[in-house]
């Protein structure tokens, strides 16, 4: 019996090393498993915390692009303001615009109507306009023979025979074709009086003032200044024409146009500003 107990612990102490070696080599294995493993959670949790931020990028991102529309689109609504405000001031300015048109229509009609009152029956059409260009000059212009004095000539009877756009065609050509011509003032007459009969006021006065500034000298520089106060009156620019008409009554007080220029700056001394 104790000989048999005695192998038992005899081979029992033979494979003890055997069995601490398995011991030690499953330790090992468990540990690299376990160092795996470790690695592998952490790689994933890169790669979660790389998607998370990601994702923080994405949602910044899109939270800026929707902060950007939401400007975007206050600012639209602030131009639809504004475009409704500048249309309602442009209703005003136009409403203020019709008004003041047709205050100076009535001014006109009225103008007109006094001033045709004054100079019914006895005031030659001439003086009347004091713009026609149609008379004659004097001296030896006046000579059939001449070439300037002919075109002038047949450039007022176009005119005479109302043939204002013709009229104004053939002064403007004779402005052209004798530039230094002792008639050019006649022609700027002519020419001013046919923008007149073509409603072409300012351009009317324009040319009238072309004459007066390039030959202040000439016996038509009244005509000129009578013309450019019925331009005036009829834009309607009351102020401008008396002020017209006041300065030729103080440069030619004694000139044929003088009591005509008197009863129409009389006329519009007598109207009041609308």
């Not at 025979?161 to 007459?189: C, H, M, N």
């Amino acid at each position: 019996m104790m000989q048999r107990l005695l192998v038992l612990v005899v081979v029992g102490c033979l494979s003890l090393p055997h069995m601490v070696q398995a011991a030690l080599f499953g330790d090992d294995e468990a540990r690299k498993k376990i160092a795996d493993l470790q690695e592998q959670v952490q790689a994933q949790n890169q790669e979660t915390q790389a998607a998370l931020a990601e994702l923080k990028k994405s949602q910044q991102a899109l939270e800026a692009r929707s902060q950007g529309m939401l400007d975007l689109m206050a600012q639209i609504d602030r131009l639809n303001q504004e475009i409704s405000r500048l249309r309602g001031e442009l209703e005003v300015v136009n409403h203020n615009i019709e008004n003041t048109q047709q205050r100076q229509r009535d001014l006109y009609a009225d103008t007109d109507s006094r001033l045709r009152k004054l100079e019914e029956g006895g005031v030659p059409s001439a003086v009347q306009s004091g713009a026609d260009g149609n008379h004659a000059p004097a001296g030896p212009n006046n000579n059939a023979d001449n070439p300037e004095a002919r075109d002038l000539e047949a450039a007022r009877a176009l005119a005479a025979s109302g043939k204002f756009k013709e009229a104004f065609d053939a002064y403007g050509k004779f402005l052209q074709t004798y530039p230094r011509s002792a008639l050019v003032p006649d022609a700027l007459l002519g020419l001013g009086s046919a923008q007149f009969s073509l409603k072409n006021y300012k351009a009317s006065i324009s040319t009238q003032q072309k004459l007066i500034s390039q030959h202040p000298e000439s016996d038509k520089v009244p005509d000129a200044m009578f013309s450019i106060a019925n331009s005036q009156i009829q834009l309607s620019d009351v102020d401008g024409a008396k002020k017209t008409l006041r300065e030729l009554l103080d440069k030619f007080p004694d000139h044929e146009l003088a009591p005509s220029a008197k009863r129409r700056l009389n006329v519009l001394d007598s109207i009041k500003s609308r």
